[in-house]
Structures are given as C-alpha cells and as structure tokens.
C-alpha cells in the first residue's frame, strides 16, 4: 500500500499519481501555485481514486452550484472504486460528500475525527479550517485551536502546520502568541502565504499597521508567484491596512495590482472586490465604476445560497449597482434557503443569515437607518454566517457607521470600543464612526 508524503496510506494506484496527489498535498497547505497539475494528472489516469477524490476537493474549494456539481462527477468516479480505497481515504470520501450535500456540521466532526486517527493528516486539517470558514471561522475559533493543540505533538515544527495554529490562535483573540507561531513558520519557510496571511490578522487587530505594511510589502515579490486565490487575499489584507490610514493612492494601487480583475469569476476574487470596496465607500472613495462590473460578473451568484456571509456580499454589490433583478432574485433565493429545515438553515439562515442580506442590501442603498434596525439583533453573532474575523469585520463596520450616519455617535463609539477593545484608534476609525 501506497503512502502519501507524510506516511499516511493512500489509495494512489501508480508512482505518477502518488508523486501528483503529493505535490498537491503540498500545495494546498500553503496555497502555492501549481495546483492545476493535478487535474492534468487526473486526465492522464480517470480511474485512480486519490486523483478523482482530490480534483474533487478542488471544486468544494469553488464556492459555487457548479462547483459542487463537478466535485460530485469526482465523487461519483471515486465510489465505483470504493473498495480499493485505504481507510483514510474513505473517511476523507465520507467528509467530502456531506460537504457537497451542505451538511457542515456533520463535515467538521468527520474530518476531526479524521484527524484523531491520522495526526499527521495535515491536508485533512487544512480541509477543515476551510469547513470551519463556512460556518464562521471566529465562532468555529475555539473549536479550531483545540483541534490544532491535539495535533501539535505530530508536527511540531512543520511550517504548514504552524500557519495554520497561528491563525487558529489569532481567532482566539490570543495575538501574541499567533504572531510567535506566524514568524516560526515564515523563519522556516519563507514562501508560506499562509503564515503571512495569519501575521496579517494579527498585526492589524492591535493597530499595528506600519508593521503590518512592511511586513507585506516584503512579501509581495513571493506572493506574486502563489496560487491566484492567496494573493487576490493577501493582497487585500495589506490593502485594509493602508485603508486604516486613509490612504487612497496606495489602496487603490493594492486593488488594481493584486486584487481585480485577474480571475473576476472566482468566488474568492469577488468576495475580496466587494469587500474592499465596500469599505472604500464608506471611508468615502470613489470607486462607482467598479459596481456595474462586479454586478455583471456576479449575476450568476444571485441564484445561489452557499453561505450567508457570500450573499451579503453580493447584496451590497447588486444594490450598490442599481441590478434590482438581480437582487430581487437573490433576496428571493435567501429567503427560501431561510425555510429550510435542515441545521444550517435553522441556526444560520433564518435567524441571522436573512437579516444580515437584507441589511447588506439596505446599506448598498444608502438606507442607514432601516440596515441598523436590521443589524442590531443579529450584530452578535454575524460571526456564525462564514468567513474570517478579518472578513466579518466588514458587517461590524457597517453597523458602527450607520449608527453614525443616524446620528448615534456615542453608541458607534461604543460598540467599537466593545469589539476592538485592544485596537489602537486609526484614521478610517476616525472617519467611520465619527462623521
């Protein structure tokens, strides 16, 4: 029986297909170019299991309806040899068709318990951390950290693993020790993204943004020659950091260089665009010639409810460019994803995920008033609706600058005061919540 880079038994059926499942393998972690080789593998050998169950984890990573279909042709491919699949293989089989399915709770327990068995499994984690990301990565955050402290003693040292627990200890608000874990992994392997990625979050939630800009500056030359997914995102982290100062002419140079338009039909590139310039709006940049052609690109999206924290963003977005049909559509396909009866819909959709589209699709309208009324009793747990801390931020920003756009100043200031308690007050803080 075959074994993967780490020692742990694949289901690989040839020496090309192990050496393409293990470059990948490496690759992932660390979000490093090259990633399509696999699919060209893939090609080259239809039948082999570990090809067809890790070109299927490519497509979950999509974000999109067409994505999951595509991972469940993989699936389907790898089932018709399910029998020669290694018990790691097939659990890692289990997980993936309950994700395609959109039962994320049942994924993170799997892939955990995965992991139990197999500690060395990184890819297994990383997978994880990204289940972890659809059901919000801040309240998944204590559940992440315990899961990377019950692997540390297997891979102690390896600078994969080190991004990743850097970042699970930046979600636990444990900053110092996530930025000592950050510069571990980067001393032992300068072209991590990942690590880098962790510092960021790190360095911006203290207010320490001149360290956090010349720490990505550095790293642009490297990152530029990573997986397009990592630098549209990193280069969006050192963008905020040059916003917190206020300043346009970098933050705009950020966007046009790294960010839009490279992949402007992937979810992640979107996702970074919008956001962005969603908090350009509010610092009050231009930037309304973005909006038609986020729109145009994102129409496709309007008919899809993968998570909530998506959705918002492309509320803002249709809103923001006057695509009332497109809106409409998406706030029609929000609510009956809201009355749906499995978990997700029931702890997520119907009482957080419906408000917080709406109040994205308010505030793309410039109705201040009605997106604080429907903010203010979810605005505790938008935590919960996916993405990062860094990437929900977003919808606390709104919330304190509409208070202050109705005239609520003092409770702006407070309810920053409250969810930034450590971070040092920043020009864009300033200007957001005291206008």
Known sequence: MPEDLRGIPVSATSETALRATNNFNRRLLRLDAGMEELRQARDEEPEDPLLNLYSALVCLYSQTADGLQEAGQFLDQVERHISRLTPRDLRLLEAMQRFRRGHFYETQELLEQLTEEFPRDLLALKFCEYVYYTLGQQDSGPRY????????????????????????????????EAQSLARRAIEAEPRNAWAQHALSHALIRTGEIETGIR?????????????????????????????????????????????????????????????????????????????????????????????????????????????????????????????????????????????????????????????????RPIIEQVACVGGSDAQDDLFRLAYAHGLAQTGRHADADAFREHWQPIKLTTPLDEKLFRQ
């Open 145 to 176: 950290r315990a899961h990377v402290d019950r692997l540390e003693h297997a891979n102690a040292g390896d600078p994969d693993f080190l991004g990743m627990q850097a970042f699970a200890y930046e979600l636990c608000d444990q900053l110092r």
């Open 215 to 375: 720490e990505m500056e550095n790293f642009l030359p490297a990152l530029k020659t990573c997986d397009r997914l990592i630098q549209s995102h990193d280069g969006w982290h050192l963008a905020l950091l040059y916003l917190e100062q206020l300043d346009e002419q970098n933050t705009r140079r950020v966007f046009d260089e790294i960010i839009w338009p490279y992949s402007p039909d992937a979810v992640g590139e979107q996702v970074d665009a919008i956001s962005l310039v969603w908090r350009m709006d509010m610092a009050g940049f231009e930037m309304d010639k973005f909006w038609q052609e986020i729109a145009t690109r994102a129409a496709p999206r309007a008919r899809e409810t993968f998570i909530p924290f998506l959705s918002a963003h492309y509320a803002y977005a249709f809103s923001r460019a006057g695509n009332d049909d497109a809106l409409g559509e998406l706030l029609e396909t929000v609510w009956k994803r809201s009355e749906g009866h499995d978990s997700e819909a029931r702890q997520i959709w119907a009482p957080i995920g419906r408000n917080l589209v709406e109040a994205s699709a308010s505030c793309g309208q410039g109705h201040h008033h009605e997106a604080v009324e429907l903010l």
